[in-house]
């Protein structure tokens, strides 16, 4: 979603049935039993996309009802959630999609994060069209032609430009680097958070309107709403590395986990079981669909999964 992608930040003993994916930075309201000593306690980062939410619904799950651990969840940003880990008011976040900086920061030099390897899903964004566009003018699919069809992605917000649709301000976003160093006459325009990008996704393919959007995946809703990808100019090693002079596609990020560094190294079956804890983008899908879609509880998905993947989550505790 976010290569870097990207809340108001909820403390609760289950998951908020979110969709949206970002907002103010409140880490401080953490839980106050977020790395206590000794406390069968875990305290889980949630990242406010529903894939994220997945994740922790069924972490959850398993650690309250296999493990016999009370489990918080903390809703925040990705950048601030770093800074969240590191200082203990969380335990674990378990889906970054690559942020260098707080990476070298956290892990490299201060030590205060560790790695919890791969969550075992690949993360990629791009910039997508409908598929039923695609098919109507083939060539769209190429970033050199975006300007001959800027007249049909304008919008009141987008004024006399193509609208690029974004989702929240808070993800870490190439765009508008990308729109003015590909020489694109096309404005990016923030839906506000995922949900509200969704709905206008929706709406859009509804009535069967052109849209430009900014997406990723794994993503529920390309079940719902078929999407092709515009090629953008091919990702090279370091080609993103200076955010004001990006003018190349999206990588594909393996997604990892990290924890709290004093929480990996004592936080006993929990932390062993978090390590452990890796499934494949189908299994997210299927979580997050009946979260998002099906409008599922999180801990309802969760056991639903759980009931039906027992080989699966049994290794984690192995």
């Not at 032609?145 to 609208?163: H, M």
Request: overall charge neutral; proline content about 5%.
């Amino acid at each position: 979603m976010r290569v870097s992608k990207t809340a108001v930040i909820a403390a609760a003993s289950s998951l908020a049935l979110l969709t949206g994916c970002g907002a103010a930075d409140m880490t401080k309201q953490a839980s106050p039993f977020a790395n206590a000593q000794g406390a069968k306690t875990v305290t889980l980062s949630v990242q406010s996309w529903v894939g994220a939410q997945a994740n922790v619904a069924v972490a959850q799950y398993i650690l309250e009802h296999e493990l016999g651990y009370r489990v918080d969840t903390v809703q925040v940003d990705e950048v601030p959630a770093w800074d969240a880990l590191s200082q203990g008011r969380v335990d674990a976040l378990l889906e970054d999609w690559g942020h260098p900086e707080q990476e070298k920061r956290y892990v490299d030099d201060k030590k205060t994060i560790a790695r919890g390897g791969e969550l075992g899903v690949t993360g990629h964004i791009g910039w997508f069209v409908p598929t039923y566009l695609a098919k109507k003018h083939p060539d769209i699919t190429h970033w050199k032609n975006l300007d001959k069809y800027a007249d049909l992605f304008r919008t009141p917000e987008s004024g006399d430009k193509g609208q690029l649709m974004d989702g929240s301000p808070s993800y870490v976003t190439n765009d508008k680097a990308l729109v003015k160093n590909l020489k694109l006459d096309y404005q990016v325009v923030f839906a506000g958070s995922e949900a509200a990008q969704i709905t206008q996704i929706r709406q859009f393919a509804k009535e069967k309107k052109p849209f430009l959007t900014y997406w990723y995946s794994p993503q529920w809703l390309f079940e719902k709403v078929p999407m092709t990808e515009v090629k953008l100019p091919p990702y090279k090693e370091g080609c993103d590395a200076d955010p004001e002079k990006v003018a190349c596609a999206y990588p594909h990020t393996p997604l990892e986990k990290y924890l709290n560094a004093d929480f990996a190294k004592n936080g006993g079956k929990a932390a062993a079981f978090l390590k452990k804890f890796k499934w494949t983008t189908e299994d997210q899908n299927q979580v997050s669909l009946m979260i998002a879609d099906k409008k599922m509880a999180p801990e309802e998905a969760a056991k639903k999964w759980v009931d039906s993947h027992e080989s699966t989550w049994k290794k984690w505790l192995s």
